[in-house]
């Protein structure tokens, strides 16, 4: 009913929301750097703070980074990432505000925003996190199952994977196709009224 | 020629992704509870840990609230809060856990992860603001334009709008159809290997 509202076609509402679900198990189907390029042309879009894009990301594809990760991951996401076919560390960089005189040329003292760490490091948690949100939803348009997670060893996984000292991690997301049993039933969702308040 | 890469069809790909853009100028025409409910209805499956949906959203439609909100805006954004027919408050609740039993059967003692304040808060934060990039995207799923905004003054909001002291202040999103001049050129995007690297 609520659909007659919506600009968006009934089929895009159930890829990216209505039918989306968190996968808890992939296929051995392979996922390619075009395809993971197709989805960063599509949400790499997403609105941030001074168009600042502080999100980073590490595709772990090879078996000995992937070991790696699974070492650094709460019990309960091992064997996902183990089997997943690819899975992306989602990570921001603390100095994004060096870019910010070529991504925001209207004001070009942006950058002087950010002469205080944690400032910086306030807005790429924001705006990466945004931006994760996205990805999450381009993993999805390219009719692939995400399986984001938030259970790891942060520190672990920075000293890892970035080695500069500047990033912070933020989430891991395993991607593929979903294999035999990947979803758990759809959890509730909270109701409009307990989410939303007008004055 | 990426789009053979996704299964999302390419209108649905400009409505939500490519051609959708920051508005900072809105028409006059109202933005009803009921489109607010249908992005609602989409948007509410976005994946959070343990199912926790942090988010919380005041509604900004009075004469009276709209000044306030104005008023702890920055500078930059006061006109577009003042002339939008509708402003959003996204927040998150740092007590979610409370809900988590409902939220989270599987689990009984998930609430127990939370007992400490500074754990709810990151946690909420992160979560609170993947359902804000979700939420975006729903606005422009209603076909509507949405003006997120990061600059004012958080304290205050959260004193002025949330009294209980228990929610956080994450971005501000005007809401609306696109007035005269809208919108500002397109910003830049970091290229694909600015972002991406594989291990």
Redesign the interface.
């Known amino acids: 009913m609520?659909?007659d509202?919506?600009?968006?076609?009934s089929?895009?509402?159930d890829?990216?929301?209505?039918e989306?679900h968190?996968a808890h198990a992939f296929s051995d189907e392979p996922v390619s750097?075009?395809?993971?390029?197709?989805?960063?042309?599509?949400?790499?879009?997403?609105?941030t703070?001074l168009?600042q894009?502080p999100?980073?990301?590490?595709?772990?594809?090879?078996e000995e980074?992937r070991e790696r990760l699974v070492g650094l991951m709460s019990d309960g996401n091992k064997a996902k990432v183990a089997g997943a076919p690819l899975t992306a560390i989602l990570a921001v960089d603390n100095e994004f505000h060096e870019?910010l005189p070529?991504?925001?040329p209207?004001y070009p003292n942006a950058k002087d925003f950010f002469t205080e760490r944690p400032a910086r490091e306030g807005?790429a948690?924001?705006?990466g996190?945004?931006?994760?949100?996205?990805f999450?939803?381009g993993i999805?348009?390219?009719?692939l199952a995400?399986g984001?997670m938030?259970?790891f060893d942060g520190d672990g996984i920075t000293k890892e994977?970035f080695t500069d000292g500047n990033h912070s991690v933020?989430?891991v997301v395993a991607i593929g196709k979903p294999g035999e049993q990947a979803f758990?039933p759809?959890?509730?969702?909270?109701a409009?009224d307990e989410?939303?308040?007008?004055?």
Chains 1, 2 share one sequence.
């Open positions: 609520t659909n509202l919506l600009a968006l076609d089929a895009a509402q890829l990216l929301f209505r989306a968190t750097d075009e395809q993971i390029q197709a989805i960063y042309d599509l949400v790499k879009y997403a609105p703070s168009n894009q999100l980073r990301v590490v595709l772990v594809r090879s980074a870019h070529r991504l925001f209207a807005s948690r924001l705006n996190t945004l931006q994760a949100g996205y999450f939803l999805r348009a390219a009719g995400a984001p938030t259970g994977f933020l989430a758990f759809r959890g509730e969702r909270l409009f989410v939303f308040t007008t004055v």
